[in-house]
């Protein structure tokens, strides 16, 4: 039995297999356990393995190359297009490993340990910062009830705890009120210690501190985009790099009518979200900005957060021509 394609069909406890021959013909259907992985697959002969890009897809993704398999990753919305009908594991190994093989198409990188390690720390901040977000909405919430309205903004906690001090929660609500006000002091040092860790490994990768240079990029949006695209010339162009985060207008296009709407929001939220504070921040701050002629021309015609999102486009393309050609940053002179 040769086989030169596997369809891995990834889940928790049991994977399911789907294999075909040089000819194209079945040659392996089968079911495996978690541990049975290593052990079936370091006994094949090399051959080329297609996986789902979801959970836990880029470890085993590494632990199948380390036998001497191509293992390639596509994104999982591409590979339903080739289930044939109904939708169970055996049809979802079948369609993976007929996808695997189409010349067009399109693959994600696998990640190393260490880029995941870095996405660790950035998807913990962003779990924290939400849990403070909503202690200080229920916060502002409950004390609304009494009449203490103050503004929104993680800035304007101190005038909210200073209200406790009043008589106008009573003492019931008062003692609850406290409890929750105590959770934000060590959700900031968790907050705070996670970005120290951020910013050092930013210092310890010169790619990273490359990307902080542009206007609008620090040392966190740096260090995300450099843990989750590790080889940026998978993306044929800066455009293809904006699509992938969903920061280009979304198509319906017919007839030889070129209809644009607006950005898709497909791809990766996390950095696309980043990108457009960045770009608000950005707008506000840099001079470069402000004296930037084509900033100026939108800003004359468009709402201040839609000129935000097209920087945002603008500099995802700037990422990735320094990413893709190792070029760095340099200061567009002001028209």
């Not at 040392?219 to 280009?248: C, K, M, N, Q, Y």
């Amino acid at each position: 039995m040769q086989i030169s394609t596997i369809g891995v069909d990834l889940a928790k406890h049991v994977f399911q297999l789907h294999g075909v021959g040089p000819d194209g013909s079945v040659v392996l259907r089968r079911k495996l356990r978690r541990a049975q992985m290593l052990i079936f697959f370091g006994s094949l002969p090399p051959c080329l393995i297609g996986m789902e890009a979801c959970a836990t897809a880029h470890h085993w993704a590494r632990e199948l190359r380390a036998f001497g398999h191509v293992v390639r990753l596509m994104p999982a919305h591409y590979v339903r297009a080739y289930v044939k009908r109904g939708k169970n594991d055996a049809a979802d190994a079948e369609a993976i490993c007929e996808a695997v093989t189409r010349p067009t198409m399109r693959f994600v990188a696998i990640k190393s340990k260490e880029q995941q390690g870095v996405l660790v720390m950035h998807r913990a901040r962003d779990l924290l910062v939400r849990q403070r977000t909503q202690l200080v909405n229920a916060l502002r919430g409950l004390m609304a009830e009494f009449g203490i309205s103050e503004p929104q903004g993680i800035r304007h906690v101190g005038r909210l705890r200073a209200h406790l001090d009043e008589d106008v929660v009573p003492q019931t609500g008062r003692d609850v009120l406290e409890l929750l006000v105590d959770q934000l002091d060590p959700l900031e040092k968790q907050i705070t210690a996670i970005e120290g860790k951020i910013r050092e490994w930013h210092r310890a990768n010169p790619i990273s501190q490359r990307l902080a240079k542009i206007p609008g990029v620090g040392p966190l949006i740096a260090t995300a985009v450099v843990a989750t695209v590790g080889d940026a010339s998978l993306f044929r162009s800066g455009r293809e790099f904006a699509a992938w985060l969903g920061l280009t207008p979304r198509q319906r296009s017919t007839g030889g009518k070129q209809r644009l709407g607006r950005i898709t929001h497909q791809g990766d939220a996390y950095i696309r979200r980043l990108l457009i504070i960045g770009a608000q921040s950005a707008l506000q701050c840099s001079r470069e900005m402000k004296e930037n002629a084509w900033v100026r021309g939108l800003l004359g015609r468009c709402a201040r957060l839609k000129v935000a999102v097209a920087l945002a486009n603008k500099t995802a393309r700037i990422v990735w021509a320094l990413m893709a050609k190792g070029d760095s940053y340099r200061r567009a002179s002001a028209v």
